[in-house]
């Protein structure tokens, strides 16, 4: 199941990168206390399992450790790539179901939402300040979008990495659990907290306004969608946290495989049951090959069977917790509420060093 990501790149930060990542999470594992976790998603859908595997369980490990953490919904996000909001209302009173089905504790961990959060957003200009047109042109997502996307790139998209500086510094978090396309977003990150330091904290050069914020990289298993391309809210092909286990069972029957019925696990050679496999392990916390060496001449019939029984029994909980939750949706508000009203605090006391660092405190 351990996907080197090293291996897949000759890149020497991302070697730097992951002994770094290793390094922190020694240090977490001693004390947590000196590190302070932001995560986001777009709320442009619903969760889906891929998340799960992805970032969902690091979530909660990570809070388990007793990490402090601040979990944002990225409302304002939607919109930089698209015309209308869309179901978002809905989508966000889903994830706050997600969250908290998984094993999010909102008493340990803050989620909010950008919209409501006025002081982060206020952050956005004199970080815009600090940052010029060809670096937002030259981030990787920006240029994928600028390259691939037959819509004009709206101000908003060209400046996110921005935006994302600021959900990450309004809270003065030190430490971001990204994937490594998310690399070169923190590097702009830590450009503007050195920035700011550098035009207006030279009074107290000890103390810097901002953290130097690390990524937390973490061997992240690929899992594609069920027509064996990538696992996307935008092709439909996911199984979602909150999805029953007849859909479910369905949505796996649908699955491509191949002709061979001898199962293995070659996620070059046979990409779509390789899938199935690495699907079954990561729900039953088994390695792949080991899963595909038990189901031996199983055949397709025999993967999806064993696919769907793991895939429903291990979110079946979750499942359960998720329709509780949603049965009562102002409980869920309050709860975003509560941490809105955290993250306002929070934010207004950032707000307030960066103005009376930029003597603007009037
Ligand atoms: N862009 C992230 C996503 O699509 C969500 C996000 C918003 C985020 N702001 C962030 C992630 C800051 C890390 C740090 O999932």
Redesign the pocket.
């Known amino acids: 199941m351990t996907i080197d990501i090293a291996e897949t790149t000759s890149d020497a930060s991302l070697t730097k990168s992951l002994e770094r990542s290793a390094e922190i999470e020694r240090q977490i594992a001693v004390d947590p206390s000196g590190f302070r976790i932001?995560?986001?998603?777009?709320p442009t859908g619903r969760l889906h399992i891929g998340h799960y595997f992805g970032?969902l369980s690091n979530r909660v490990r990570l809070q388990g450790l007793g990490v402090t953490s601040f979990l944002?919904i990225?409302d304002y996000?939607v919109i930089y790539d698209r015309d209308g909001v869309g179901e978002l209302k809905d989508n966000v009173l889903n994830c706050l179901a997600d969250y908290l089905a998984i094993g999010i504790d909102p008493a340990q961990t803050t989620i909010f939402a950008?919209s409501n959060v006025p002081a982060l957003n206020q952050l956005v200009l004199p970080f815009l300040a600090l940052t010029t047109d060809s670096e937002l042109r030259r981030n990787p997502t920006v240029k994928d979008e600028l390259a691939s996307s037959n819509r004009p790139m709206s101000g908003l998209m060209l400046t996110?990495p921005v935006?994302?500086a600021a959900?990450?510094l309004f809270c003065k978090a030190n430490l971001?659990p990204?994937g490594k396309d998310?690399l070169p977003?923190l590097e702009l990150t830590r450009q503007i907290a050195r920035r700011f330091d550098e035009r207006y904290g030279r009074a107290n050069p000890k103390q810097p306004v901002f953290p130097q914020a690390d990524a937390l990289l973490s061997e992240v298993p690929l899992l594609l969608g069920m027509d064996g391309s990538k696992m996307s809210k935008s092709k439909g092909n996911t199984i979602e946290l909150g999805m029953d286990a007849d859909t479910t069972a369905k949505l796996i029957k649908r699955a491509k495989t191949d002709a061979d019925s001898h199962i293995s696990y070659d996620p070059e050679a046979r990409p779509e049951v390789s899938n199935l496999v690495l699907l079954a392990a990561l729900c039953l916390g088994r390695s792949p090959e080991d899963v595909a060496e038990e189901l031996g001449d199983a055949g397709g019939g025999g993967l999806k069977k064993l696919v769907t029984e793991a895939v429903n029994e291990t979110f079946a909980p979750v499942r359960a917790r998720r329709t509780e939750l949603l049965a009562d949706p102002g409980a869920l508000w309050g709860i975003l509420h509560e941490g809105n009203a955290r993250a306002n605090e929070v934010a207004d006391a950032t707000l307030k060093d960066v103005l009376t660092a930029m003597k603007m405190d009037y």
């Open positions: 932001l995560t986001g998603d777009r970032s944002l990225a996000q950008h996110f935006h994302q959900d990450i971001v990204v998310q977003h």
